[in-house]
């Protein structure tokens, strides 16, 4: 019994020894060190230089004024009359006349040199709107077209394109006839219309044209031509002749390229252009629809007949079995 007590006693003593020991050690323990922040400040030091400013000295130097005055010197002559003897001579009247002469210095004109002609710068085309009018003012040929000549030769390849600003329209309006002619400052171009009662239409049957130009520097030529007998622009009485761009070969290597047009003659109705009969290249060509349409039904036709022949065959062949 007295040795556990012992025992107890020891384990006590020794348990407040361990705590006194740890307790000593936390109050002992170093605090952190705080580093001392230390700003050294350069001093500031400004140096001024100083203005320096050297004004040389002005100088004037003013010369003398000098002025030198002649003395007035005065001579008097003596007073001396002379009289002389009082003598009257009187001399005949004479007039002499001279004649009167004109000289005229002739005019002289002195003309400058007519300079070369030159080729016209080129233009675009431009659509021109004339018409012809009888004696009553009615209207009997419309016309709405651009217009060029091409030349083409061996010594001239050139275009000479027709400006409505500067082109004027007149003609003549009969029964089964009318013409148009469209005058500019280089030339004219005539169309004349005929109206056949027979095959019950309006076309061209006479072309005429004459200019005068320069396709190249220097080179100023005048160039004409007709086509007769013709049957150009047929279009039905009381229609309008249509088309986008033709050409009229002219002979000579001359051609009249025609585009972007209307022409009608006869019947005209309101001062306006009837139903448009179109040109051949205009017209709607049906031809390959029409034959991609022909292929196509025989294709099916085939098809059809090859699967007839299919069938029979298959029913031929469960008839055997």
């Not at 012992?6 to 740890?22: D, E, G, H, N, R």
């Not at 320096?52 to 002559?77: F, G, L």
């Not at 000289?103 to 659509?127: E, F, G, I, R, Y």
């Not at 083409?152 to 029964?175: D, L, R, W, Y």
Request: proline share 7%.
């Amino acid at each position: 019994m007295g040795r556990g007590l012992l025992l107890i006693s020891l384990f006590i003593a020794a348990t407040a020894l361990t705590y006194s020991s740890a307790f000593m050690a936390k109050s002992v323990s170093p605090s952190p060190s705080l580093a001392t922040n230390t700003t050294t400040h350069a001093p500031n030091t400004t140096t001024h230089s100083s203005n320096t400013t050297t004004h040389a000295p002005n100088t004037t130097t003013h010369a003398p004024n000098t002025t030198t005055h002649a003395p007035n010197t005065t001579t008097h002559s003596p007073n001396t009359t002379t009289h002389a003897p009082n003598s009257t001579t009187h001399s005949p009247n004479s007039t002499t006349h001279s004649p009167n002469s004109t000289t005229h210095s002739p005019n002289t004109t002195t003309q400058a040199p007519t300079p070369p002609p030159t080729p016209t710068p080129p233009t675009k085309l431009t659509v021109g709107n004339y018409n012809v009018t009888d004696g009553k003012g009615k209207i009997c040929i419309l016309a709405k077209l651009e217009i060029q000549i091409r030349v083409n030769t061996s010594e001239v390849n050139g275009t000479f394109i027709v400006q409505p600003n500067m082109t004027t329209a007149h003609g003549k309006c009969e029964t089964n006839t009318a013409s148009i002619t469209l005058a500019f400052t280089e030339g004219n171009l005539t169309l004349q219309f005929n109206n056949s009662e027979t095959a019950k239409k309006v076309y061209v049957d006479d072309v005429e044209y004459s200019f005068t130009y320069a396709f190249k520097k220097g080179d100023s030529k005048t160039y004409s031509g007709k086509n007769k007998s013709l049957e150009l622009f047929a279009a039905a009485q009381g229609d309008s002749y249509s088309c986008t761009a033709e050409t009229v070969y002219m002979g000579n290597g001359v051609s009249l390229d025609l585009s972007n047009y209307r022409l009608q003659a006869f019947n005209i109705k309101n001062n306006q252009f009837g139903a448009p009969d179109l040109c051949k290249a205009d017209k709607p060509d049906y031809r390959v629809p029409i034959a991609v349409g022909i292929i196509l039904i025989i294709l099916i036709v085939i098809v059809v007949i090859a699967y007839l022949i299919s069938r029979k065959r298959r029913t031929d062949g469960y008839q055997s079995l």
